[in-house]
């Protein structure tokens, strides 16, 4: 499982983080981070929204663009060595040079030069994707917007949106969405984890997105699991994180299996892989003994995915030939 080629979309930067990483990180900055982590060193939290609190504290010590190198580095370093050959990373101004386009620029810099290194080191392709922090509010997110116009290209790809799903409307959002279309990023949204089925409607319909990220509760309203077959819109789906955050009580009850079964475009990815104690062939295989999914299968996911990376045409045609090798 380890060695099949595997491309991610949907993975938080700041939540590849592993704890060691932000704790050395807090100890040099003289930052007291102890309380976000368990006796053995994991971070620690209850609830979803408690996982937003510990998120956003450990992601406080990542304060210079040269922590984003490092850590770019090391989120690609791991993923290469679960297989992955692509991945998608959702990338926050917020935290970044929080919503300055000028240091959001400085950022992203450092990012993309830690991931041409890991590129030519270990052969692993990242590409970026803005992503506004919903709790932040409409008007913070307009900045993260602006910050995304403003590096779109054949790195920056895309614009999304994460946090709190139980937060206002996607609708709220349209003017950033509509910038960042308007300047050729293609649109993902959270939607359909903590947000039942209505929330999977409202990104399609108020916000126009091409991906969901989650996107799983559509699986409670048949009728929607129909539309997202006949559309064709691909499910950015993170079953570890949904069953570490209790949306499902066990790998077995996860509706990964019946919305691939009725059609809908389905693809794998951790997350926040050390918060929710996994990675990338520990999904293959928990999936592999749940469903009693094969190579096949996965190599099939595989290039669902890679189909629906927003990358340009040659990006992806390079990661199918890869997936072919194979
Ligand atoms: N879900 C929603 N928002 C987030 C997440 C997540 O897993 N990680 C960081 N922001
Ligand atoms: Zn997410």
């Avoid at 293609?186 to 091409?210: C, F, K, M, N, Y």
């Amino acid at each position: 499982m380890r060695d099949l080629p595997k491309v991610e979309l949907h993975l938080h930067i700041e939540g590849a983080a592993p704890p060691a990483f932000i704790r050395d990180l807090a100890a040099r900055k003289g930052v007291d981070l102890r309380g976000i982590f368990t006796a053995d060193g994991r971070y620690r939290f209850r609830d979803f929204w408690q996982f937003l609190e510990v998120y956003e504290a450990a992601t406080s010590v990542l304060k210079t663009p040269e922590d984003y190198h490092a850590l770019t580095r090391a989120v690609l370093a791991e993923s290469a060595s679960h297989g992955v050959v692509y991945t998608e990373a959702f990338l926050s101004p917020d935290f970044c040079g929080g919503g300055d386009v000028g240091a959001w620029t400085e950022y992203l810099a450092a990012i993309r030069e830690a991931a041409d290194e890991a590129e030519r080191r270990d052969g692993i392709v990242m590409r970026g994707i803005v992503t506004a922090v919903r709790h932040f509010g409409p008007d913070q997110a307009r900045r993260t917007a602006l910050c995304a116009a403003e590096t779109a290209g054949d790195w920056l790809v895309g614009y999304g949106i994460g946090g709190d799903e139980k937060k206002g409307h996607l609708g709220d959002f349209r003017w950033s969405f509509d910038l960042a279309r308007e300047a050729g990023l293609r649109i993902t949204a959270h939607a359909g984890e903590w947000g039942g089925p209505e929330s999977v409607r409202e990104a399609l319909d108020d916000i126009g997105v091409e991906r969901i990220g989650h996107g799983v509760r559509a699986a409670e309203d048949p009728a929607l699991v129909e539309r997202l077959a006949a559309e064709g819109v691909v499910l950015e789906v993170c079953p570890g994180s949904n069953i570490a955050l209790g949306l499902y009580p066990d790998w077995s009850l996860h509706p990964i299996r019946a919305l691939r079964e009725a059609g809908v475009k389905v693809t794998i990815s951790t997350d926040d892989p050390p918060f929710f104690g996994t990675d990338m062939t520990r999904e293959y295989e928990r999936l592999a003994a749940a469903f009693g999914w094969t190579e096949a299968d996965f190599m099939d996911l595989a290039r669902t995915a890679a189909e629906a990376a927003f990358c340009t045409p040659e990006t992806r045609k390079a990661v199918l030939d890869r997936l072919e090798r194979q």
